[in-house]
């Protein structure tokens, strides 16, 4: 079956605008991550989703980060006012119940964001 | 805070070598423990994990135990293949498995 979906792969930016990250999770995964990984880093938690609600957000760095997921399905994740240290690849996982052991998340395959 | 340390590579080694990838970790608690592999242009893929302490992972011929003594889950394999060359990561989870911690990933190259 498919896989975690993320568009666009890449996305090259300028300092100070908008961006939009989507992430299709595997169909009927009701939880969904995201993670950034900066070069040569492992990936860091932002924020995971159980349903339509953000379950824990406590990863999200500053205000320009913001993320939805108003269907319980497909997410966005923001970015508003772009600096160069957002640059990244920006990774999507979704599992399909949170909190069992046996709680596998799968991972997309990023969208390399570049702020220039 | 929660962390995981994981030897720095790259690591490069002839196939048919003798590989381990060293992970320590920081936790309070009783986490689960988790490999995870990214070869080159795809994914993150779950290798393999231990959710108890003494508890033995094992996927593809890569194993890992869980020591909690030693807050190591050490990966090792008998005999490495040019495809087995990716980059590795450690991760912990803890109690509801909601988000993980990386280690900074160790890339194997492995030569024919």
């Known amino acids: 079956g498919a896989g975690v979906s993320q568009t666009p792969s890449n996305k090259v930016t300028e300092k100070g605008k908008y961006v939009e990250l989507r992430c299709d999770p595997i169909?009927?995964?009701?939880?969904l991550y995201w993670y950034r990984q900066s070069l040569g880093q492992g990936p860091e938690f932002l924020i995971y989703?159980?349903?339509?609600?953000?379950?824990?957000d406590s990863g999200l760095p500053n205000d320009r980060f913001f993320a939805v997921r108003p269907e319980g399905s497909v997410s966005t994740l923001k970015i508003q006012r772009t600096e160069r240290g957002d640059s990244a690849v920006y990774l999507c996982?979704?599992?399909?119940?949170?909190?069992?052991?046996?709680?596998?998340?799968?991972f997309g395959p990023g969208t390399r964001l570049t702020v220039l | 805070g929660d962390s995981v340390t994981q030897m720095e590579g790259p690591v490069t080694l002839s196939e048919e070598a003798f590989l381990t990838i060293n992970c320590t970790y920081t936790a309070t608690g009783y986490p689960s423990l988790f490999w995870y592999v990214q070869y080159p242009g795809e994914g993150l893929q779950l290798l393999l994990k231990a959710t108890k302490a003494d508890d033995k992972g094992s996927n593809k011929g890569f194993e890992a135990t869980y020591r909690k003594e030693t807050t190591s889950f050490h990966l090792e394999k008998g005999s490495v293949q040019v495809s087995d060359s990716a980059v590795y990561f450690c991760?912990?989870?803890?109690?509801?498995?909601?988000?993980?911690?990386f280690g900074s990933g160790t890339k194997l190259n492995v030569k024919p």
């Open positions: 169909s009927g995964h009701t939880a």
């Open positions: 996982a979704s599992s399909f119940l949170a909190g069992a052991s046996y709680n596998e998340q799968f």
């Open positions: 989703f159980q349903g339509t609600g953000a379950a824990d």
């Open positions: 991760a912990l989870n803890k109690g509801n498995f909601n988000k993980f911690y």
